[in-house]
């Protein structure tokens, strides 16, 4: 045979020598540090492509580069990956960055993976790569894109509600989260390290969703964790002032308002909006059927009965003293039409009414949120709400929100609605 076509069988014949039959260790000794991944079915090893950063998995052939990758962190469950199907992929080799080294992680069949080994509250980057296994040859793609995620507990307890036509959000912090991106639909609102805040808006008109992300990292280089996601519908029909907090720092606006629902209340001559009157009314003959009848002792003040009772008690306590159990004429809640003292079972207005040691307060306290109301100044909250300790003083802010307060454990609807409170600003 001619000397030319010999040596041209041997090197096709070298050139067919199946690469992935050599050992790890006969891969290390050609290769030195350049080997990335060898078994029993398929050897590889990384070297690179030109100047653009690529990095190619040598073997019998190439595939199309893994596209999609999204590597989502879901606490407990570990990190989710996913990414877009390679035709003719057979499987998909995983790998994680350890130091400046491209580790294996796994291997799967299909285009999803959950790394349950990554470690909590770090940041762990990921990349792909598709393989196609043939009875004689592995073909294999270039490295995917780089991609990270964190390992983040999801948020819990999310809460979205609204306020006088504003938007207040709370949320269970997420152990090891530098902060908390908010969304307004798609929309990034704005970045805090609290967990709770407030947004200004103009009353909603429309259905909006409200996201709140977890993220770790500095800006520009933060991975995100698992977000919660809570739709706020508008509430066309409802009053803002149902739920409006009048305090010693918010005054009712104008300051002589006047309710145009007044209706009566009880046998004592009392009024409350209709909204509230009705259900007073309600919760009232609950009480009844359970043996605790309540009787509506102090309902809806003007601004000048208000005005001439805080000039009383001025009068008769001093200033300093009197803003303790009194409000100034214009900061009543009174004058709202959405409080009522309530007393009943012997018990009565004041530190020695002892209202508070009747079963009509017991009464109230497991079953008044039923119906809209809540106690507003308890025990121990006086810092925060600005008033001493009044267990007959019970304000209506309707079912919902009185359900919702109660859940929350919280004890004052400044804490609840997030509302600066505390004593006058002078």
Do not use: C
């Not at 030195?32 to 990384?46: F, K, N, P, Q, S």
């Not at 300790?389 to 859940?407: C, D, L, N, P, T």
């Amino acid at each position: 045979m001619n000397r030319k076509w010999l040596l041209l069988l041997m090197i096709l014949a070298l050139l067919s020598f199946p690469v992935f039959s050599l050992s790890r260790d006969e891969m290390k000794e050609k290769l030195g540090d350049d080997v990335v991944y060898a078994d029993t079915e398929m050897t590889l090893w990384r070297l690179p492509l030109g100047f653009d950063g690529r990095e190619l998995f040598f073997s019998m052939g190439d595939m199309p580069a893994v596209s999609g990758l999204v590597a989502k962190g879901e606490g407990e469950d570990g990190i989710v990956l996913s990414w877009e199907s390679v035709e003719g992929a057979s499987y998909y080799s995983v790998f994680y960055l350890e130091g400046d080294a491209w580790l294996p992680l796994a291997k799967t069949e299909t285009n999803t993976y959950t790394d349950v080994s990554a470690p909590n509250k770090e940041v762990r980057s990921y990349r792909i790569a598709a393989h196609s296994h043939g009875d004689d040859r592995v073909q294999s793609s270039f490295l995917s894109e780089e991609t990270k995620a964190a390992r983040l507990e999801p948020i819990e307890d999310l809460d979205v509600s609204t306020h006088a036509g504003d938007v207040y959000l709370k949320w269970t912090p997420v152990p090891g989260a530098k902060g908390y991106i908010i969304y307004k639909d798609d929309e990034e609102l704005r970045r805090t390290d609290e967990e709770s805040m407030k947004i200004d808006e103009e009353g909603l008109e429309e259905e909006h969703s409200y996201t709140v992300v977890p993220y770790i990292g500095d800006e520009g280089e933060e991975v995100t964790g698992p977000p919660a996601t809570k739709v706020v519908a508008p509430h066309v029909s409802r009053d803002p002032m149902i739920t409006l907090v009048v305090n010693k720092k918010h005054p009712i606006e104008p300051r002589d308002y006047y309710p145009d629902d007044l209706v009566s209340v009880g046998t004592e001559g009392e009024y409350l909006r209709r909204e509230a009157a009705e259900a007073f009314e309600r919760m009232n003959e609950a009480a009844k059927n359970d043996g605790y009848p309540l009787t509506a002792q102090s309902g809806f003040r003007s601004y000048d009965l208000q005005q001439l009772l805080y000039s009383r008690y001025v009068s008769n306590y001093g200033q300093q003293e009197a803003d303790t159990f009194s409000a100034r004429p214009g900061f009543s809640e009174h004058q709202t039409g959405l409080v009522m003292d309530i007393i009943g079972g012997g018990g009565g207005i004041g530190e020695s009414g002892g209202f508070d040691s009747t079963g009509q307060y017991r009464w109230l306290l497991e079953h008044a949120h039923k119906y809209g109301w809540t106690l507003r100044y308890p025990q121990g909250s006086e810092a925060v709400t600005g008033y001493q300790y009044e267990s007959w003083h019970w304000r209506y802010i309707g079912v919902e929100e009185a359900i919702r307060f109660k859940e929350s454990g919280l004890s004052t609807l400044e804490e609840f609605y997030s509302i600066e409170g505390g004593d006058y600003i002078e």
